[in-house]
Every structure is written in structure tokens, then in C-alpha cells.
């Protein structure tokens, strides 16, 4: 069974400065698909973004950028710039190909921009 | 694009009675969909895996009997909470896979199920 793990329950950043969110993985597989979700106060869970495991390039998405380290299984979300708007607890979410696709959510960082 | 709502977005029901929860992906096909329930400040937790025209495959320790899911077509699933009792408010998400994203679910924006 796979497991996802972040280890910093909470975080916090001044506003404008950048922030990493860590993010390890347990699985057997070879080919999966792995995903950081931000879940503001409004309780939407919204992608922040998208990576697949074949690809060694990290995905970037304007602000938001991952250091996938497929050896060392492990998925860190880099916020730059940060906003106001980023306050919100995110999850680091692990999709195998085996497993009908389902999801594996870590237990989630709170982050809070502060001004 | 790919966006998914759910209706109602809040709901307050006696206990002993059953309510349904509509979860629809509005301009993509969903052959799959996710049922997850969450209790404040913690992850999802997934109930079931609904599929379009099959029955729906549940987690360990979910009753099937209690949580009804009906899939009946490529854009709506269903999940009706029977003969709700106060230990089942939670807020109650649902997520659609959308095929050819590498496997991306979107989620609807979430159900609060207030049983008195």
C-alpha cells in the first residue's frame, strides 16, 4: 500500500518571500502520477499542480513550482512570492496506475501568509 | 474547464432520515468518481469509487448500506446518507476523473451534513 507523508502540520510566511512544503512517498510502482491541492478556508479543493513520475522535469506553474526526486521519493512544493491568497492547507496526493485511480492524501500542511 | 459541483452545499436534516447528495462534472465525461467525507483540520477520507453503469466499490469499514451510490450516467453520481444519525455530519466531498488528464480528479466545492 502506498503512504504519503508531510511532516510539517503547520508553516507560515511573510508575505512576498518564498515557502517549500515537503512531501515523501512510499510505493512499489514505477509509474504514478503525483499532485499538490490547496484547500482554502471555502473548503474547494483546487490542483495546484501536476506531476508525472516518467517525466524528470520538474512541473512548474507560475508561482508554484515541485523538486521531484523520484530516488528518494519525495515531492516538495516551492511557493514563490507568496500571497495572502495562498493561506490554505495543502495536500500532497499520490495517484498509482494499479490502483483504479485512486488518490493517497497526505494528512496536509496548514500554511498561513502573514502581511 | 472541468469544473464539478455538488448540490446541496449544505444541508440540516433530522436524524432517521435520508438525504441525497448530487455530484455532477459539468462540461467532461466522467467515467469514474470519488466519494470522500472530512472531518475538520484532517485529510479525505475515501468512501467509495463510483463507476458509470457498475456498482460502486467501497472502502473498508464504509457500509455500503448506509452511504448509496448510484451512477447512472457519465455526469452524475449520487450519494444517499440512509437513516442519517448525528455521527454522520461531516462535510462530504466528491471528485471526478476526467479521462486523457493523466489521471487529475476535480473536485466538487463540498456538502455540510448537519444531522440533529
Known amino acids: 500500500a502506498q503512504t504519503v507523508t508531510q511532516s510539517q502540520p503547520e508553516m507560515s510566511v511573510q508575505e512576498a518571500e518564498t515557502v517549500t512544503l515537503s512531501c515523501t512517498y512510499d510505493?512499489?510502482?514505477?509509474?504514478?502520477?503525483l499532485f499538490w491541492y490547496k484547500q482554502p478556508p471555502s473548503r474547494q479543493m483546487i490542483l495546484v499542480i501536476r506531476?508525472?513520475?516518467?517525466?524528470?522535469q520538474n512541473a512548474t506553474e507560475n508561482r508554484f513550482s515541485v523538486n521531484f526526486q523520484k530516488a528518494a521519493k519525495s515531492f516538495s512544493l516551492k511557493i514563490s512570492d507568496s500571497q495572502l491568497g495562498d493561506t490554505a492547507m495543502y495536500f500532497c496526493?499520490?495517484?498509482?496506475?494499479?490502483?483504479?485511480?485512486?488518490?493517497?492524501f497526505g494528512d496536509g500542511t496548514t500554511l498561513t501568509v502573514k502581511p | 474547464g472541468a469544473v464539478v459541483s455538488q448540490h446541496p452545499s449544505w444541508v440540516i436534516c433530522k436524524s432517521g432520515t435520508s438525504v441525497k447528495i448530487e455530484c455532477r462534472s459539468l462540461?467532461?465525461?466522467?467515467?469514474?468518481m470519488f466519494w470522500y467525507r472530512q472531518f475538520p483540520k484532517q485529510s479525505l477520507m475515501l468512501m467509495a469509487t463510483?463507476?458509470?453503469?457498475?456498482?460502486?466499490?467501497?472502502e473498508q469499514g464504509v457500509e455500503k448500506d448506509k452511504f448509496l451510490i448510484n451512477h447512472a450516467s457519465l455526469t452524475l453520481s449520487t450519494l444517499t446518507v440512509t437513516s442519517a444519525h448525528p455521527e454522520d455530519s461531516s462535510f462530504y466531498i466528491c471528485s471526478a476523473r476526467a479521462q486523457g488528464q493523466g489521471e487529475t480528479q476535480y473536485f466538487g466545492p463540498g456538502t455540510r451534513l448537519l444531522v440533529l
Open positions: 462540461d467532461f465525461q466522467a467515467t469514474t
Open positions: 506531476q508525472e513520475a516518467y517525466k524528470q
Open positions: 496526493a499520490f495517484v498509482g496506475l494499479r490502483n483504479a485511480g485512486k488518490s493517497t
Open positions: 510505493t512499489s510502482e514505477s509509474n504514478y502520477y
Open positions: 463510483s463507476n458509470e453503469g457498475s456498482k460502486a466499490t467501497y
